[in-house]
């Protein structure tokens, strides 16, 4: 169980973040859902107060802005307490050949997806070092582990979490502070939706099938397992080309 516990949770208001943060909150973990609609946000924070009756609040915040981060994360520490689960979840795609991505968009991907996990672990892992305890969880992609066509900013910045990922999970390890980086396969999200690709989506995962390989590796159950790069790929394959 994660009673008394507080995780932060960035893109937590759908997808893969929204199911995540219920799961955390069926755990007994209270939860800081982080996103930048603060509709959805809000939705999710109902609905885990009006099933779990843990702590829940909605932090509306751009994690691109390193400012914002800190003021997000003193938010939570003020209401919540010191953060001891940090799911660096939120993302973006940049879908295009190498030859037509601008350095703006370069710059925009590697921000949100390498720069705000960055800023989010400076902000949380002192408090995570002084209480002995804590479990940072970054969420990558099969895109990771591989090269392909279309989409060299993303795929890069998905490399570069594996890579933070082991590295500040071996360096904390002293401290009793647990780093991994869950790789999923494709998974059926707004995401894809809003990029507006036609794909078969037979045999890709649900967003609860990754929160569940999310919320374990934060249990005390999991103690033995740090500084890893797991794959949860199911049964999908990665998309081989550009098609909308």
């Known amino acids: 169980m994660l009673t008394g516990k507080v995780a932060l949770v960035t893109g937590g208001g759908r997808g893969i973040g929204r199911e995540t943060s219920i799961l955390l909150a069926s755990y007994g973990a209270d939860v800081a859902v982080c996103a930048r609609s603060a509709d959805e946000c809000q939705e999710v924070v ?3 107060t009006e099933q779990y009756g843990v702590r829940a609040i909605a932090v509306i915040c751009d994690v691109g802005d390193e400012e914002a981060v800190k003021q997000a994360v003193e938010t939570v520490e003020k209401e919540l307490g010191k953060v001891s689960i ?4 939120a993302g973006v795609m940049s879908l295009k050949p190498f030859t037509e991505t601008t350095t703006d968009e370069w710059k925009w991907v590697q921000e949100i997806n390498v720069n705000a996990p960055f800023n989010l672990s400076k902000a949380v892992v002192p408090g995570m070092i002084e209480q002995k305890d804590g ?5 990558g992609s099969i895109w990771g582990t591989k090269g392909g066509p279309n989409r060299s900013a993303y795929i890069t910045s998905k490399h570069a979490i594996i890579g933070f990922s082991k590295a500040l999970g071996e360096e ?3 401290h009793g502070v647990r780093v991994n980086v869950v790789n999923p396969g494709p998974v059926d999200t707004r995401m894809i939706d809003d990029l507006g690709m036609d794909v ?3 045999g890709w995962l649900k967003p609860i099938d990754i929160a569940h390989v999310v919320v374990d590796l934060c249990l005390p159950k ?3 397992v740090t500084a890893a ?3 949860a790929f199911g049964a999908g394959q990665p998309i081989a080309s550009l098609q909308k």
Do not use: R
């Open 200 to 202: 078969d989506k037979s």
């Open 86 to 89: 940090l799911i660096n979840n």
């Open 229 to 231: 790069s797991i794959e």
């Open 222 to 224: 999991m103690v033995a």
């Open 46 to 48: 109902n609905v885990i």
């Open 172 to 174: 904390l390890k002293p």
């Open 135 to 139: 479990v940072i969880i970054n969420i």
